[in-house]
């Protein structure tokens, strides 16, 4: 049972336009979620999160969007930069962040120069 | 570095052997948390800790698996008997308690089992 779902296994976008990383749950319980970017043979590396109170949050080029109704988040990267050729994983959480987290499958971007 | 440490960062292990990993959380957080990934998949949780109390195991550990924390700092994942299925992306997590906070990874342990 995948909780959270990445549909799309891999992105490509040229070096500064926008890139839109999708992520859809079923849990209702979750109220507190967070994307993370991981390279290879390294551990995930926090970016941004954002709680259900919220349905927008920005952290200079990273937002996150949140749309409660629809299950669904998005992970905003603008300009993209080669540097974020990575896989980014959506993850959930219930309690605000205080109970366990739940990853999706991941996302590969690789940014074009 | 105050980051999440993990030791060792690869390991290759005969079936049947058993293996020990350590992570050393960030200093101040009273949660530890331990993940497994494998190729394709995202973190898929196996268990954490509240100081010293293991608060929550997944299914997914089986008996041959024993996490400990024994004073509340640094903790081991300990996994007998290994079998070719246990090869995988060991991570280690830490937080501070409390809502709307995140977790901080450590560089992981590659446990490969042949």
């Known amino acids: 049972d995948q909780q959270v779902k990445q549909n799309s296994p891999s992105l490509s976008v040229q070096e500064g336009r926008i890139s839109i990383l999708n992520c859809d749950y079923t849990?209702?319980?979750?109220?507190?979620f967070l994307w993370y970017k991981k390279y290879p043979a390294e551990g995930p590396t926090f970016l941004i999160s954002?709680?259900?109170?919220?349905d927008k949050n920005e952290d200079g080029r990273f937002t996150v969007f949140l749309n409660k109704s629809a299950k669904h988040l998005s992970l905003h990267i603008v300009p993209s930069q080669p540097g974020d050729s990575a896989v980014y994983f959506c993850a959930a959480s219930a309690n605000f962040g205080n109970e366990k987290l739940t990853f999706g499958t991941g996302t590969r971007l690789t940014i074009i120069p | 570095d105050t980051g999440v440490s993990q030791d060792p960062r690869h390991k290759i292990t005969k079936r049947g052997q058993n293996v020990t990993f350590r992570c050393d959380p960030i200093?101040?957080?009273?949660?530890l948390y331990w993940y497994r990934q494998t190729l394709g998949q995202g973190p898929e949780f196996l268990t954490y800790?509240?100081?010293?109390?293991?608060?929550?195991k997944s299914r997914l550990l089986s008996d041959r698996f024993s996490a400990e924390r024994p004073k509340g700092s640094f903790s081991t994942l300990e996994i007998q008997r290994t079998e070719q299925g246990d090869s995988a992306m060991y991570l280690c997590?830490?937080?501070?308690?409390?809502?709307?906070?995140?977790?901080?990874f450590g560089q992981g342990t590659r446990l490969t089992v042949v």
């Open positions: 954002i709680s259900s109170i919220k």
């Open positions: 997590a830490s937080r501070q308690g409390g809502i709307q906070v995140e977790a901080f």
């Open positions: 849990n209702s319980m979750f109220d507190y």
């Open positions: 200093s101040e957080h009273n949660r």
């Open positions: 800790f509240q100081n010293e109390a293991q608060l929550e």
